[in-house]
């Protein structure tokens, strides 16, 4: 089910303060291990018993590719972007996506769990609302949800977004079922302490049980999860005619349906799985995220027709992340 597709940006929002940016030192052409000119000789002295027309003629070309090589480490110094994520403003310039949410760091995934819902008043609960009160209001009124949580790499907080999202709307009345998508680096099963089994692989797999048999339900919060299970399966078979069925009957049944992929850059196709929900929520680790890898999967998300919602920024805090 797809909404009317809004303008991607809806206004500022409230963010959250984040640390300004440091400088980063690019190293100089000789830091780095010697840069071009060790090549240039030796490819200079192996071509040293040719026609003295190719020598020169090649010779000219490597001193080209020298110097375009010294200007771009020059250029690149003197910009002194960092290539990371400091802050919700160089995020939306970048990404031309509003920033929805800045969630703070904490100590570990079971604090995060716990905190949701022994402090609904803290922070990290009041942005994970202000993430679906942007997602309700870009979506039609009283119709249901699918939203897709994705990330470039491992390591971003995109299961642990998914989770807390889930468990804190779950407590306070909406009816949300998370599905844990991620094939390759599942882990909503660790989060909540279940067995993954059974789970999605079974439900597509030739024989499947029946959803009462697979549906767990997280006791603290009522939030239903439907876990990775213990067989094996793909992007083709999340495209296929059985999960699409799928995803339309559970959808009927509940507010909002979370779907947590696995890190874009290690399963491509997984954008095209993005594609077929609604909405798609893309988490970035402030001052961990490469931004050309950030930038190279929203690409790819526009073209496999992933309607991107916004970026939550993770694990937003005052020291430097690795």
């Avoid at 110094?77 to 929805?100: I, K, M, Q, S």
Wanted: with cysteine.
């Amino acid at each position: 089910m797809r909404a009317t597709t809004p303008s991607r940006r809806q206004g500022p929002l409230p963010r959250c303060p984040i640390q300004p940016p440091h400088q980063r030192t690019v190293p100089t052409p000789a830091a780095a291990g010697g840069g071009p000119w060790p090549l240039l000789l030796s490819g200079m002295a192996l071509l040293s018993g040719l026609g003295i027309g190719l020598w020169l003629g090649l010779a000219a070309g490597l001193l080209a590719g020298a110097a375009a090589w010294v200007a771009g480490s020059l250029l690149g110094r003197r910009r002194g972007e960092p290539r990371d994520f400091r802050d919700a403003d160089a995020v939306e310039a970048a990404t031309d996506l509003v920033v929805l949410a800045a969630l703070p760091e904490l100590p570990d995934g079971a604090h995060a769990m716990e905190q949701v819902l022994r402090d609904p008043a803290s922070m990290l609960a009041a942005d994970l609302r202000a993430v679906h009160a942007a997602l309700l209001s870009i979506h039609p009124a009283g119709h249901p949800l699918t939203v897709a949580i994705g990330s470039a790499e491992k390591g971003e907080g995109r299961s642990l977004l998914a989770a807390t999202l889930g468990r804190l709307l779950a407590s306070e009345g909406q009816r949300v079922l998370l599905i844990d998508a991620d094939w390759c680096r599942p882990g909503q099963h660790a989060l909540f302490a279940m067995s993954p089994a059974p789970g999605l692989a079974e439900l597509l797999s030739s024989h499947p049980p029946g959803l009462d048999e697979v549906i767990r339900t997280d006791p603290v919060s009522g939030l239903d999860l439907i876990l990775v299970g213990r067989g094996r399966f793909s992007a083709r078979a999340l495209l296929s005619a059985r999960m699409k069925a799928l995803l339309a009957d559970l959808s009927g049944g509940y507010d909002l349906l979370l779907l947590d992929l696995p890190p874009l850059l290690d399963a491509s196709d997984a954008t095209l799985v993005a594609g077929m929900m609604d909405r798609v929520l893309y988490a970035i680790r402030w001052r961990y995220t490469r931004r050309g890898r950030t930038l190279g999967t929203l690409t790819r998300l526009r073209k496999a027709r992933g309607r991107v919602a916004g970026i939550v920024l993770t694990r937003v805090g005052t020291a430097e992340a690795p």
